[in-house]
């Protein structure tokens, strides 16, 4: 929610108008929906500027900035921070006249997107992009993940409790295509990795490219309907010792798969090389 503040207006050439407000944004506590879980987790306030420039013959633009002083975000790295510090965000909706005005973002040098809204959460489109690159206009539906991280902290965003909340259905993701110097998943560390992955008629296809794996994994339902199948086929394997302080998950047995096949031709465990591997 904004604040409310009175509009300054100035003009340029005579044919050009700028508008521009100053206000605080606070934290939406109250959310609804799929959106609640993470809206619990900003706190806080900040304050904000629009400006909103008016040119003859030409659409209509938003933009919004702030260095988010005051408000807290309860995320891990590389999103989150605390209400000291201060990470600027800028919003920009431009409306051309023709179709859904997209909206573009950015948030500090680590993420930007670009979103083109739908009639349905479905049928919109959004790319992300990691690192301080701009994002692209997206154009297929669903998200499109891109861009590359120093470092990526995998085992706390999928430990993180965002609850299932209720509502629409959120945007189906699309495509990954990410690169990290270091990604830390399943308590490993693992270095100069490239991430590709897409959904296939309800299973994830995955290629990995790195320092110790290189391979393919697929993830989805079995034919007969009856569980999950994970299948890995790797050229190299080097499996990580566990990162010192690594937590233990606990396992629910009906979260593994019925079906696992996985091949190695060359299979590091331990620093110990075990050659090639099937099972």
């Known amino acids: 929610a904004c604040s409310a503040v009175p509009l300054r207006v100035a003009s340029r050439g005579g044919v050009r108008l700028r508008s521009r407000a100053g206000g605080r944004m606070a934290a939406q506590a109250r959310a609804e929906g799929r959106a609640a879980p993470m809206a619990r987790r900003i706190t806080g306030s900040t304050p904000v500027r629009a400006a909103l420039p008016i040119q003859p013959h030409a659409g209509l633009a938003v933009k919004l900035a702030t260095r988010l002083a005051g408000m ?3 995320l891990p790295e590389p999103l989150g921070k605390t209400a000291a ?3 600027p965000l800028t919003v920009s909706i431009t409306d051309e006249g023709e179709g859904p005005a997209p909206i573009a973002f950015r948030y500090g040098t680590v993420l930007a997107g670009k979103l083109i809204p739908a009639g349905t959460a479905a049928q919109a489109k959004l790319a992300l992009m990691l690192g301080g690159s701009q994002a692209p206009t997206p154009r297929d539906e669903g998200v499109t993940v891109g861009g590359s991280l120093h470092r990526l902290d995998f085992d706390a965003w999928r430990r993180l409790d965002l609850g299932t909340g209720t509502g629409s259905v959120g945007l189906p993701v699309h495509a ?6 270091e990604l830390q998943a399943f308590d490993r560390a693992f270095h100069d990795i490239d991430v590709r992955a897409h959904p296939e008629q309800g299973t994830w296809k995955i290629a990995l490219a790195g320092r110790e794996v290189q391979g393919d ?3 989805g339902p079995r034919p007969d309907g009856t569980g999950n199948r994970l299948q890995g086929r790797f050229v190299k394997l080097d499996v990580p010792d566990a990162v010192p302080g690594a937590g233990k998950d606990e396992i629910n047995p009906d979260d593994l798969p019925r079906e696992i096949d996985f091949s190695a031709r060359s299979l590091t465990y331990h620093r110990h090389a075990m050659g090639p591997l099937s099972a």
Request: hydrophobic residues 45%.
């Open 85 to 87: 510090q201060e990470i």
């Open 217 to 219: 994994v697929s993830y």
């Open 72 to 74: 807290a975000i309860d």
């Open 176 to 181: 990954i295509n990410v690169s990290f110097n």
